[in-house]
């Protein structure tokens, strides 16, 4: 089995959760990425949020959500993705840059509209009561 490895920000605000849709994608995605050769889990999140969001997270804030797989999306069946999932407070202004189209907060209903991880993540988020 193939696993990719990637880190994500989880950002909640009023029972809904910060999502991004990439240039030519129609599924949400939690911001985050893969590791570049060496990258500790902060410097990959860190640089990833600041290329996609144009915001800096705090280093002093991140705190270990969880680490959640399922099978990837746009890949054969077998591949999975493993995405270890952060929490963290930012500066800035969100915007979308680089291959961001679009910043969207969703609820649980939107739950059809993200990928199978993000799916598995909206659930163990409602579970506790933290997605509405």
Same mark, same amino acid.
């Given at each position: !089995?193939? #696993?990719?490895?990637? #880190?994500?920000? %989880? ?9 991004? *849709?990439? @240039?030519?994608?129609?599924? &949400? &995605?939690?911001?985050?990425?893969? @590791? ?6 902060? =410097?990959? %999140?860190? *640089? ?11 280093? =002093?804030?991140?705190?270990? +959500?969880? +680490? ?14 493993? !995405? ?6 930012? @500066? ?11 910043? +969207?907060? %969703?609820?649980?209903? =939107? *739950?059809?509209?993200?990928?199978? +991880?993000?799916? #598995? ?6 579970? @506790?009561?933290?997605?509405?």
């Amino acid at each position: !089995m193939t #696993v990719i490895d990637k #880190v994500a920000w %989880l950002e909640i605000r009023n029972g809904k959760i910060l999502s991004t *849709r990439s @240039r030519g994608r129609h599924k &949400y &995605y939690f911001p985050g990425g893969k @590791r570049e050769a060496g990258e500790s889990d902060w =410097d990959a %999140l860190s *640089r990833e949020i600041r290329e996609e969001l144009s915001v800096d997270l705090r280093e =002093d804030s991140l705190k270990l +959500v969880g +680490v959640f797989q399922a099978q990837a999306d746009h890949h054969p069946e077998g591949v999975q993705v493993k !995405m270890t999932c952060y929490e963290a407070t930012f @500066r800035g202004i969100l915007k979308p840059a680089n291959e961001i189209e679009e910043v +969207v907060w %969703l609820s649980y209903h =939107d *739950r059809d509209k993200v990928s199978p +991880v993000d799916q #598995v993540i909206f659930d163990w988020l409602k579970e @506790r009561k933290l997605l509405g």
